[in-house]
């Protein structure tokens, strides 16, 4: 059991998979992302910049089997601005709630309960319309390893569904993160 928590923690927090590289101060990043933003094609940027549901999360491996770390009915927020700030939210909608009214007063498995079942993060983003990747320059993020970090993703989109997919190492095992997202209007 203790395993399962941690690999969903370790899976919600790669979200849509991929390894993290770390970088200098953050102001140098979104920098950067405004000026990639900014040189990208008129076609791309409609269909990123947004508000998104999660619609579908799952992890495949090698082996093509299929696991779904925040169950099948997984909820979640994407928010790509214009200006080159993302923001992200997932979270599993049967993680058990506190005892008590007091997110103060919580037992250990309550807490990890709680975070294994919830991941989020924000910065910048920057997009690359060729290799069709984002890359997710991390300032703030519920996992503190990962704050100063960019995030690779690899992305399909129609204007109407996005697909986040990347590759994930947990336990010397390979697999596929994929995330859909329909747009909100």
Known sequence: MKNHHLLSLLIAVFISGCAGVGHGPIEKNADAAKGKINSMSGEVMPKLVGSWKLISFHIQ?????????F??????R????????MAVQ?????????KSGDPLVTSEAEVR???G??????????VNPEERTI???IEACILPNWVGTDQLRHFESNGRYLTLKGTLLLGGAQGTVSLVWERLP
């Open 113 to 115: 309960a709680a975070f």
């Open 78 to 85: 994407l928010i790509y601005e214009p200006d080159g700030r």
């Open 135 to 137: 890359v997710h320059h």
């Open 71 to 76: 169950g099948k009915n997984a909820r979640g």
């Open 90 to 98: 997932l979270m599993d909608p049967n993680r058990p709630c506190f």
């Open 117 to 126: 079942g919830y991941t989020a993060y924000y910065g910048t983003y920057s």
């Open 61 to 69: 491996d090698s082996s093509g089997q299929k696991a779904y770390p």
